[in-house]
């Protein structure tokens, strides 16, 4: 278990059990609740797996795309997202990623219904991989960024920083209210 602060580790503890028990519902607004204190890739990537139990496929990937802001190389969370996208027949993206994650967990030692995953992803993929063009990103937000901003708007503009940084296209509009 990640190391969290003690009233978020014994929260943390608790959310599994609820897991566990089958009490889908409580262990996710448990897991949120130590998101506020302890926002790890960890408890990130077990609240998306609570979101998607629920059959918030959303969540369940936003949940997942932040646990890989603050691990890029994790290979558990990788596959998650890769399977809710081929799931979802987002072939195009859910191939490469599901084929990174096959590479992280070193090639031929990755469990074999991970390799299955990442096969199936790319012959399904009919689309080419939107990744190699560049994206196109548009952000639509109710206003302009503060300095004083929450860490979640940080780490949007962080991100989205990066990605015009390697030449992707980033759009971010405000609604005037």
């Known amino acids: 278990m990640t190391d969290f602060p003690q009233a978020a580790n014994e929260r943390y503890a608790q959310a599994l059990q609820y897991l566990r028990a089958g009490e889908v519902e409580r262990a996710s607004g448990v897991f949120a609740a130590v998101l506020r204190d302890a926002p790890t890739a960890e408890a990130w990537s077990d609240w998306a797996k609570t979101?998607?139990?629920?059959?918030?496929?959303?969540?369940?990937e936003?949940?997942?795309?932040?646990?890989?802001?603050?691990?890029?190389?994790?290979?558990?969370?990788?596959a998650d997202l890769g399977r809710l996208?081929?799931?979802?027949?987002?072939?195009?993206?859910a191939a490469p990623v599901l084929e990174h994650a096959v590479a992280l967990h070193g090639g031929i030692a990755a469990p074999a219904e991970l390799q299955a995953a990442a096969a199936a992803a790319r012959r399904q993929e009919s689309a080419p991989n939107p990744l190699a063009a560049g994206l196109r990103i548009l952000w639509i937000h109710d206003q302009l960024p503060e300095a004083?901003?929450?860490?979640?708007?940080?780490?949007?503009?962080?991100?989205?920083?990066?990605l015009r940084r390697q030449g992707h296209a980033v759009t971010?509009?405000?609604r005037a209210g």
């Open 62 to 78: 936003t949940g997942w795309l932040h646990a890989l802001e603050l691990e890029a190389r994790n290979g558990a969370v990788l």
């Open 148 to 162: 004083d901003r929450s860490g979640a708007e940080q780490r949007v503009a962080v991100l989205l920083a990066e």
């Open 172 to 174: 971010y509009f405000a």
């Open 51 to 60: 979101r998607r139990l629920l059959g918030d496929m959303k969540g369940a």
């Open 85 to 93: 996208w081929a799931s979802q027949e987002r072939w195009s993206i």
